[in-house]
């Protein structure tokens, strides 16, 4: 491992171990010294001062440093009227915050690690910080949700430990090695049945910790139950690093394996996750849960697009960034809902919020916009390379139709919820005027960073940062599993 793999996780693990230990007075300057950590180290590997291992690595580790930034940033101001509502003793508030940056800090290493087996131990970081985080709030639905989050994502863990080492050794590469990295590897004798089940049970289990259906069951009431913050990081990172963890690990056993069957493996979780979506997220009353749909929706499409390859690839990369910024919008704007009306259920009250607040409103619909693909907002132009990608190659022109259609299925019923929240009164207010609500900009100014994102960043990125993204593309055209 190179110094940063070491430094940049282990500093951020260091302003978790002091949010927890010191004062909570001092709480506030800990986590502005963490954002300035976060922010350092994303512009030093700007800057070339340090290297990541490959550009895919670099690539995402950007995306989880700028998400994170925003997420840290919207979470001291909701944190702190969540406590004062709810009346959190002063220790939970700082194990939140120590946990979110551990949470933040595996996230990091997943970009950065070469090993497999320290990319396993790290998701097991992953999963446990996040656990006790979807539980913060110590009731019976939050502890319910974050058991059946532990449960699921934990077995799913020890079948991608034992696929893991099915597949290195039965792809010809030595256990004592475990590294993804080119320069790591020295294969001998080759067990390509073996090598196969391996790389299914790597797929069920990451597949789990992703939320790919049918292993999908712990995501709804986690993404539900947790705080809002939490809920945008699981989201929009989280599930994203462990498909990343599906396609090292396949790149791993595709000399071994006839390409075309992990290929198909992708396709059919990506199917099933659009089919889950499309089934469900039209009857959802709580913005919360209707999102949880959708980024099982959302992460079926980056499954589609590494199992189409090609173009298709590109495109899941690019939406692994424009589902995080549109995912991460939503799920802050769904926090600050529940805080302004006491619910994000458009069934107990959470309605007329365009009117009523206007900025969180707006803000809303801009994520919604964005996030069902349509244009010019930054998920369109991900969800259309991985489109086009499908239909280049003619065996997946059939299941690219069915995404499509699936696709608009998702779309409509989205539409149809929409106006639920944004514009319909709730029955005590049909008969009277309701004035507009304070709307407090400590958590509004982090989701108008994020709009932008969301409006500018699908074709914005790649030019804000072109020689990365070219060496992205290359990297997905030529090393493709």
Do not use: C
Not at 25 to 45: C, D, I, N, Y
Not at 106 to 113: D, I, P, R, T
Not at 158 to 166: D, K, N, P, Q, R
Not at 427 to 450: K, T, Y
């Amino acid at each position: 491992m190179s110094a940063a793999m070491i430094w940049v996780p282990a500093g951020l693990t260091g302003f978790a171990l002091l949010a927890y230990i010191l004062p909570q007075r001092l709480l506030p300057t800990v986590v502005k010294l963490a954002m300035a950590f976060l922010l350092m180290t994303l512009v030093t590997q700007w800057m070339g001062s340090w290297q990541a291992p490959d550009a895919l690595a670099s690539w995402f580790f950007r995306i989880i440093a700028v998400i994170a930034t925003t997420i840290i940033w919207y979470s001291e101001p909701y944190i702190r009227r969540e406590a004062e509502h709810k009346h959190w003793p002063s220790a939970r508030v700082k194990a939140y915050f120590a946990l979110l940056l551990l949470f933040v800090a595996s996230l990091l290493a997943v970009s950065l690690w070469t090993s497999f087996l320290f990319l396993w131990v790290d998701m097991e970081f992953v999963t446990l910080s996040s656990v006790f985080l979807v539980g913060m709030e110590i009731d019976g639905r939050s502890l319910e949700a974050a058991w059946r989050f532990l449960i699921v994502t934990e077995s799913g863990g020890l079948i991608a430990l034992l696929g893991t080492v099915i597949a290195v050794t039965a792809s010809g590469h030595s256990l004592a090695v475990w590294g993804f990295h080119p320069a790591l590897r020295y294969p001998s004798e080759v067990h390509t049945h073996w090598a196969l089940a391996g790389a299914y049970m790597i797929l069920m289990g990451y597949g789990a910790k992703a939320g790919l259906a049918p292993f999908h069951t712990w995501l709804p009431d986690a993404h539900s139950e947790a705080p809002a913050p939490i809920s945008a990081l699981l989201s929009a990172i989280k599930l994203a690093s462990a498909a990343l963890l599906i396609y090292r690990s396949f790149e791993m056993v595709s000399s071994a394996v006839p390409a075309v069957f992990l290929h198909d493996g992708m396709i059919v979780l990506g199917l099933l996750s659009l089919v889950i979506a499309a089934g469900f997220v039209a009857f959802q009353t709580d913005l919360k849960r209707m999102w949880a749909y959708s980024s099982i929706e959302h992460i079926g499409l980056i499954s589609l697009g590494m199992g189409f390859g090609g173009i298709a690839l590109v495109g899941a990369m690019l939406h692994i960034w424009t589902h995080a910024a549109g995912k991460t919008l939503l799920f802050q704007n769904s926090g600050t809902i529940r805080l302004l009306y006491g619910t994000s259920d458009g069934s107990a009250g959470a309605r007329d919020i365009l009117a009523r607040t206007p900025w969180t409103g707006g803000l809303l619909a801009v994520g919604a916009a964005g996030i069902v693909g349509l244009p010019p907002f930054s998920p369109f132009w991900s969800e259309w390379l991985i489109v086009a990608g499908g239909f280049s190659v003619p065996q997946y022109r059939l299941f690219t139709v069915i995404a499509v259609a699936l696709l608009v299925v998702i779309f409509i019923g989205i539409a149809r919820r929409m106006p639920v929240w944004l514009f319909r009164p709730g029955p005590a207010e049909r008969n009277q005027v309701v004035g507009r609500m304070a709307e407090p900009w400590g958590l509004i100014l982090p989701s108008l960073l994020l709009a932008v994102f969301v409006l500018a960043g699908g074709i914005g990125a790649p030019l804000v940062a072109p020689h990365l993204w070219h060496a992205v593309v290359h990297e997905a055209m030529s090393h493709s599993f």
